[in-house]
Nanobody
Framework: QVQLVESGGGLVQAGGSLRLSCAAS???????MGWFRQAPGKEREFVASITWSISTYYADSVKGRFTISRDNAKSTVYLQMNSLKPEDTAVYYCAARTRGYGLTTRSPHDYDYWGRGTQVTVSS
């Protein structure tokens, strides 16, 4: 079992920055991690992911603005979000993919454990 707890969401003006954190517990932090988001009335969508070996992947909509990273000693993954836009408004979820040999995918169906989410609201 893996428990994931997100933090760092909030309200920010367009152009601002936020840093999300996701603390993991319950199992050795040797699996891939991802960030997803879901806006009202929309499907949950891939934002970014990071493998055990720290390879990173991004959705085109956030590339160049968001940075995913992980601190294995703290069992924590981060999402630094810069140049935020109103269309980034959503609930952001972190997810763990414990099956897959440390590799990531963009499909939420491939992730085994999810946090409860943290709200990010970007005002124009």
């Amino acid at each position: 079992q893996v428990q994931l707890v997100e933090s760092g969401g909030g309200l920010v003006q367009a152009g601002g920055s936020l840093r999300l954190s996701c603390a993991a517990s319950g199992r050795t932090f040797s699996y891939a991690m991802g960030w997803f988001r879901q806006a009202p009335g929309k499907e949950r969508e891939f934002v970014a992911s990071i493998t055990w070996s720290i390879s990173t992947y991004y959705a085109d909509s956030v590339k160049g603005r968001f940075t995913i990273s992980r601190d294995n000693a703290k069992s924590t993954v981060y999402l630094q979000m810069n140049s935020l836009k109103p269309e980034d408004t959503a609930v952001y979820y972190c997810a763990a993919r414990t099956r897959g040999y440390g590799l990531t995918t963009r499909s939420p169906h491939d992730y085994d454990y999810w946090g409860r989410g943290t709200q990010v609201t970007v005002s124009s």
